[in-house]
């Protein structure tokens, strides 16, 4: 879930919530070579299974680039829900709910 400002600047991720009051998901991601630079820097700080205590999400480094002072655009581009087609099972959930 993602919180945005009215001039589209990210303040807040939250990643895979049981629950949020927030109003917008991300379901895609563009950026410059300036964050895939940060990325793999971030990255390589978290080596060892010591530092890394969940598997990684986009998120995770999203949101540390934003507390490291990165400004992040977002831009809604839909208010109908998003529906995540990522296993067979949740596409024919969506298709079944498409259907009705």
């Keep these: ?58 998120g995770d480094v999203l949101t540390s680039a934003l507390a490291d002072g990165m400004r992040i655009k977002g831009y809604p581009v839909s208010r109908q829900p998003y529906i995540d087609i990522g296993t067979p099972d949740d596409l024919q959930r969506a298709w079944a709910d498409n259907l009705r």
């Design 1 to 58: 879930m993602v919180s945005i400002d009215d001039a589209h600047t990210v303040r807040r991720i939250e990643i895979k919530p049981r629950s949020s009051e927030l109003e917008f998901t991300w379901g895609i991601a563009v950026w410059r070579a300036e964050f895939t630079e940060y990325m793999h820097t971030h990255l390589a700080g978290l080596t060892g299974a010591a530092k890394v205590p969940h598997n990684l999400h986009i």
